[in-house]
């Protein structure tokens, strides 16, 4: 029972080392556990929403059936929005910053969320996750604004993700190391089964949609060629892993070692930067990486040096192994020379 350390006691026991602590951050984390729980019970059935016959999009008390991103945005935001710990949520799933309602108070933090990433695996029983972003309020007073949504990733405060695999896993950090917490159903708590988690300086996964190749650069795609040969540093070909659930892709390789690559490519000309989102996706993974020793970039900077400029901005996003990103970043020179 002593070894039994719950995300409860553990963010207290946090909260002691600052005296002048006030109990806020812990409530907010202790809230959005609360909310990734509710989130939980609902990904583990969602096979069992066509079993139990629920037609189209009424459930049997004849209400909407939501799609379960939506859903999980909605236990977010129902979890949080009455608090007093928040002044503003921006959100994946909204497309402009979400105000907390006026009858409640403003609080002093600032929540961005990727509620449900990966959703379109949902149908097909692949690991999904909640990514989330704390930072403090730069407006003085009053409702949280877009500037308090558009601030570096490095004046996080927090971040973390829930994955939703074979267990259900949440891992934040404050910036004081890396912590993993395995939710046990059956007292349905959080309990501590990673602590300080370090990844690798170096790896042997690579992780990339790689049906994108012909839409990449040439330095990108000679990095991706460099990989698979057998004249690379370990003179052998990296192991492909690639599962197209950002949460998954990235927990793997925290615990195993290896680079994540979504780069720039010229699919789609709406979206030059590649696909993931800086404050909902790129920022609080590299805050976390960057927290276990890994790097995060873009292939030319680092990606919590980006000022913000758009909510719902994209970035290209190459996280992993501080050796193997930095390899990246030598080989993306070419994408960028004339
Ligand atoms: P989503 O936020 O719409 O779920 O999209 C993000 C997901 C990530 O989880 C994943 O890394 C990526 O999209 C996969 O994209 P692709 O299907 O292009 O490989
Ligand atoms: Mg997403």
Redesign the pocket.
């Known amino acids: 029972m002593d070894k039994l350390i719950t995300l409860d006691r553990f963010i207290l026991e946090q909260e002691r080392l600052f005296p002048h602590a006030t109990g806020t951050f812990t409530g907010l984390i202790q809230n959005i556990a609360f909310a990734a729980k509710v989130i939980s019970r609902e990904v583990n059935k969602a096979g069992l929403v066509d079993i139990l016959g629920y037609t189209g999009y009424k459930n049997v008390q004849g209400e909407e059936v939501q799609k379960l991103d939506v859903f999980a945005r909605n236990v977010l935001y129902n979890a949080l929005c009455h608090t007093g710990q928040l002044c503003v949520i921006a959100t ?1 799933e909204d497309e402009n910053i979400v105000p907390i309602p006026e009858e409640y108070p403003q609080g002093k933090y600032v929540a961005l969320f ?1 509620p449900l ?4 695996n949902i149908d097909v029983n692949v690991s999904i996750g909640t990514i989330f972003s704390i930072y403090r309020r730069i407006s003085k007073a009053g409702p949280g604004t877009v500037e308090d949504c558009l601030q570096k990733g490095t004046e996080q405060v927090c971040a973390g993700y829930i994955i939703y695999g074979s267990s259900t896993m949440l891992v934040y950090t404050t910036g004081a190391g890396v912590h993993g917490f395995t939710l046990d159903p059956s007292i349905g708590e959080f309990v501590l089964s990673h602590e300080n988690m370090k990844i690798p300086l170096r790896g042997k996964i690579y992780s990339a ?1 790689e049906g ?1 190749y012909k839409y990449w650069k040439k330095g990108t795609r000679k990095y991706i060629d460099y990989l698979k040969s057998s004249d690379n540093h370990l003179k052998k070909p990296f192991t492909l892993r690639y599962i ?4 998954a ?1 990235f927990h793997r390789n925290l615990l195993k070692g290896g680079i994540f690559l ?1 780069p720039e490519d010229t699919k789609d000309p709406k979206k030059p930067f590649g ?2 989102r800086l404050l909902y ?1 790129a920022n609080p993974l590299a805050f976390i990486i960057e927290n276990a020793g890994g790097k995060a970039s873009t292939g030319y900077e680092r990606i919590l040096d980006i000022k913000p400029e758009d909510i719902h901005q994209r970035v290209p996003l190459i996280i992993g192994s501080r050796e193997d990103v930095e390899l990246y970043e030598e080989f993306a020179r070419e994408n960028v020379e004339k």
Not at 117 to 120: I, L, R, V, Y
Not at 244 to 247: E, T
């Open positions: 994946e990727d990433d990966g959703s379109s949609n994108n197209g659930s950002l949460v892709d979504y696909k993931l996706e």
